[in-house]
């Protein structure tokens, strides 16, 4: 069977990392870098992603194929964001000022304002206006390169809404171009309903919200929030228990605040990944490593809310653990897509190197929604994602602090995004 003709293919790469090589031999080798560099793709599958002078000659060219000259640019995979809880309604802008102001988290909370302020904003938008929000934030998230995005629920709280949020994301997944894996939060906080009532609102999560989001397909994953004053290791035993039994993969938030062996229980509970972890415990990075949990590295998030400590990046990649990047978009602490300034914090603060920060943000991120192999590389067989950058150095990515980069976006071989004029991020 002759393969499908190529329909797009870039050219003149100066710089290509393909994310596809071994990482035994560290992350700047496992970017797989390749110069004067091709990209092929048909039918929306990466056919070809090496040196220009190796390219089969065999490979035929469509004559409608889009032909794309890359000026000696670097091009990477489609950035994969695995933590966006970004299907809310509301503004917390106000909050914010307040915050900056000198307010106190409990005088925000006295006034109205927090996580349930979304939650009541949320409840009272439409599904359809969610929709639009949803698709917008998306294209968003495409113009700096984001071909992948995990999106949770958690701004609902009950069943109801919660399956509201969830199918607000499968709609907006339909119109979005980028690649949306969606993820059940409902344990993220309890409402006001529940304030007194938290195991019976665990139950309702275990035996009707799970089972609910799992029949109709509209989730992927489940996701807790374990910390003081939200859920504990009980009740995040308990959800993953109904996970497993309704065949939803576990995602979890731990070790924020507090260091409360949140890296310990997920590794315990076989999660998939385990998110902040500004206070996870010499053990729990030693768990995770062992584990092969993902370690989610949030540093907008812990930026944002002015925490003292981020998660000790360095310490867990010499471990062995596997990192995944994100920038936890949503309304209260992490209100940015800016996936430049997640790169420049995660070796600032997180204390990674710039080939640490790309491959936890694309091979890394998409190991932690168990798309290794699909997104995040570039070889052949891999879905068509890529960005062209403008630089022709990937260490520019970090060290260009929150700059957009991409210059044309490409995601399942369509182009989804061109900056025109494309001009140089130069450095000084």
């Known amino acids: 069977m002759e393969p499908n003709p190529i329909d797009l293919i870039v050219t003149n790469i100066g710089q290509l990392v393909t994310c596809a090589k071994d990482r035994e031999d560290g992350a700047e080798s496992a970017l797989g870098l390749v110069e004067d560099a091709t990209v092929a793709c048909a039918g929306g599958k990466v056919v070809y992603a090496g040196p220009s002078a190796r390219m089969d000659d065999s490979l035929t060219l469509d004559d409608n194929a889009e032909r794309i000259d890359a000026s000696g640019l670097l091009v990477t995979p489609g950035f994969v964001d695995p933590h966006t809880p970004l299907a809310f309604g509301g503004d917390r802008a106000a909050e914010f000022a307040s915050r900056c102001a000198g307010a106190t988290y409990l005088e925000i909370l006295q006034a109205g304002g927090g996580i349930l302020a979304t939650v009541r904003a949320t409840r009272a938008t439409s599904e359809e206006s969610l929709v639009g929000l949803c698709v917008d934030r998306l294209h968003r998230f495409a113009m700096q390169g984001v071909t992948t995005v995990e999106v949770k629920s958690g701004y609902g709280l009950t069943i109801e809404e919660e399956l509201k949020l969830l199918r607000a994301i499968a709609r907006a997944a339909k119109i979005s171009p980028v690649r949306v894996v969606a993820t059940l939060l409902g344990a993220h906080a309890l409402s006001d309903e529940y304030r007194e009532k938290r195991e019976h609102y665990v139950s309702l999560v275990c035996r009707d919200m799970i089972p609910a989001a799992a029949e109709s397909g509209l989730a992927r994953f489940t996701d807790v929030f374990v910390e003081e004053g939200a859920f504990t ?93 994100g920038t936890n978009y949503n309304p209260g602490s992490a209100m940015t897509e800016n996936h430049s ?84 991020n130069c450095p000084g």
């Open 233 to 325: 290791a009980q009740d995040a035993r308990a959800i993953a228990r109904s996970a497993m039994d309704h065949g939803l993969g576990l995602r979890m938030h731990v070790d924020q605040l507090t260091a409360g062996g949140g890296a310990e229980l997920a590794a315990d509970l076989g999660a998939l990944s385990a998110d902040h972890l500004e206070q996870v415990s010499p053990d729990g990075v030693k768990a995770l490593a062992k584990s092969g949990v993902c370690a989610g590295l949030l540093p907008t998030a812990t930026l944002y809310a002015r925490l003292k400590d981020y998660a000790p990046g360095r310490a867990l990649s010499d471990a062995g653990a596997i990192l995944a990047l």
């Open 341 to 424: 300034l997640a790169l420049g914090l995660a070796c600032l603060q997180n204390g990674l190197t710039p080939a640490e920060a790309l491959l936890a943000a694309t091979d890394g991120a998409a190991r932690s929604l168990n798309l290794h192999g699909e997104v995040g590389l570039l070889t052949a067989g891999s879905r068509a994602d890529l960005i062209i950058h403008k630089t022709d150095d990937y260490r520019h990515l970090a060290f260009h602090l929150a700059t957009s980069h991409a210059a044309v976006v490409v995601a399942a071989g369509k182009v989804i995004h061109r900056a025109e004029p494309i001009l140089r």
